[in-house]
Nanobody, 121 residues
């Protein structure tokens, strides 16, 4: 059993900052991809920031220079530091991790439930 849980969302004014955290727990042998997505009602999920062995660290253009992803492999966590927040950043932010449960297992996607970020006066 593997669980992925996000935290840190909330209400913030434009120009403010917020730090999201995501933790994976359970049977974990290795995590390759750690990523943050965001989604608004009725819209497709957008890949915001991600890190993997093959791709390194990447950001969608709209958040480049403002958001920063960091991971701690020993703790199975990934954070998203969100600076200079804008109203258009308002969304539910979801964490995805690609996890191998055992040495002989396969890599599988695991998703968190999402944490709401609202940027408003």
């Amino acid at each position: 059993q593997v669980q992925v849980v996000e935290s840190g969302g909330g209400l913030v004014q434009p120009g403010g900052y917020l730090r999201l955290s995501c933790t994976a727990s359970g049977n974990i042998f290795d995590i390759d991809l750690m990523a943050w997505y965001r989604q608004t009602p009725g819209h497709q999920r957008e890949l915001v920031a991600w890190n993997s062995r093959s791709s390194g660290t990447n950001y969608v253009e709209s958040v480049r220079g403002r958001f920063f992803i960091s991971r701690d492999n020993a703790k199975n966590t990934v954070d998203l530091q969100m600076n200079n927040l804008k109203s258009e950043d308002t969304a539910s932010y979801l964490c995805k991790m690609v996890i191998k449960k055992t040495d002989r297992g396969i890599y599988t996607e695991y998703w968190g439930q999402g944490t709401q970020v609202t940027v408003s006066e």
